[in-house]
């Protein structure tokens, strides 16, 4: 085998964790450190020889490390971190507030162009598989409409949208689509739907002592950006409850493009996911997409770049004869 691939995670968190686990099943990868803004000493690995540095140090490990996975939140670390980590290092990282990307692009670009590194930004399964497929619904069916659906699944921007407001201790929120809504369009009726017909929003709450429910269920339920949009129900469970029941952080759902072909026939086009973790899943998405980085700046390439961007097969570590055998 070709010498590994040396990669390296930036955050040490639930997607950082995936990301261990996820090189762990790929025999041309190694995982050289973690690299923390915590204390390194308080960073607990799933493989406890597992060099933690600091992230100030980071600089030092250039030579060392071949891709780095940033693993940081879209809010306030990746915006900084991503250009900044671009600079110095090949990088693969999962920012996902999908109006900011173009601008997030821009910046992560020049960083990485000045150099000479490959960034793919805005890796995952959405953004990301479900960017892809939506760009092949739109490709092949030309004339017809494309319904991104999510869920069921944990939200965790919504859950921690919940959890700020005043008297809630804990909290989760899950996304779900509405089933009339999805049959709808698997039908190829092309509907026009509105945000409120397509998910409804589940809370379960736990309240902090003395708390009003009837105050906190209205602050959830009218959040505007959140909740307003949409039919929300805000259930109160202990938090022995929230523990025991709600701990795994399943997701999920679906892309559909449905249209009309030259003589007016209707196609529909549908891609899913099922997903007991999805931490997990993205990480697997974001090692993958490492070894295309890789791949990539070794072939001179650099600059940011998105999953438009990567041709399947960089994804693959099987050679591009063994794919042409077996997949094709």
């Known amino acids: 085998m070709d010498e590994k691939i040396r990669v390296g995670i930036v955050g040490y968190g639930n997607l950082g964790r995936g990301v261990e686990h996820a090189i762990a099943q790929n025999a041309d990868m ?19 020889s597992l060099p933690v540095h600091a992230l100030a140090d980071i600089a030092d490990f250039q030579n060392d490390i071949d891709v780095l996975v940033l693993c940081g ?12 980590l671009a600079a110095l290092f090949n990088t693969v990282d999962s920012y996902d507030t999908h109006a900011k990307i173009p601008e997030y692009f821009d910046v992560v670009n020049k960083a990485a162009e000045s150099g000479g590194n490959t960034a793919l930004i805005s890796v995952g399964w959405d953004p990301g598989l479900f960017s892809l497929n939506r760009l092949f619904g739109e490709a092949v069916l ?3 409409a494309t319904y991104t659906f999510w869920g069921k699944g944990l939200s965790q921007g919504h859950s921690d949208a919940v959890r700020r407001v005043q008297g809630v201790k804990a ?5 779900i689509p509405v ?9 190829g009726s092309l509907p026009s739907l509105s945000t409120r017909q397509k998910h409804t929003r589940d809370c379960y709450v736990v309240l902090e002592t003395g ?12 959040m505007p950006d959140y909740f307003a949009d949409y039919d929300t129900t805000v259930s109160f469970i202990s938090e022995e409850e929230l523990k025991r029941e709600h701990g795994a952080m399943p997701h999920g759902g679906f892309v559909i493009r449905s249209g009309k072909t030259g003589q007016g026939s209707t196609q529909v086009m549908e891609y899913s996911l ?3 973790s999805n931490p997990e899943f993205t990480s697997s998405v974001l090692v993958a997409y490492a070894r295309a980085a890789f791949r990539l700046n070794r072939q001179g390439q650099s600059g940011a770049k998105t999953v438009f961007d ?5 994804l693959s570590p099987k050679t591009p004869a063994q794919l042409r055998k077996e997949l094709l």
């Open 171 to 175: 909290a989760v929120q899950y996304t």
């Open 179 to 187: 089933a009339d809504a999805v049959e709808q369009v698997r039908s």
């Open 30 to 48: 190694t995982l050289v450190a973690a690299f923390t803004r915590r204390d390194p000493g308080s960073v607990k690995t799933l493989n406890a």
């Open 274 to 276: 099922k997903l007991d």
């Open 211 to 222: 708390a009003d429910a009837a105050q906190v269920e209205q602050a959830i339920v009218t």
């Open 310 to 314: 990567i041709a399947p097969g960089l």
């Open 142 to 144: 030309q004339q017809g």
């Open 73 to 84: 939140g879209s809010k306030n670390d990746l915006p900084e971190q991503g250009p900044a």
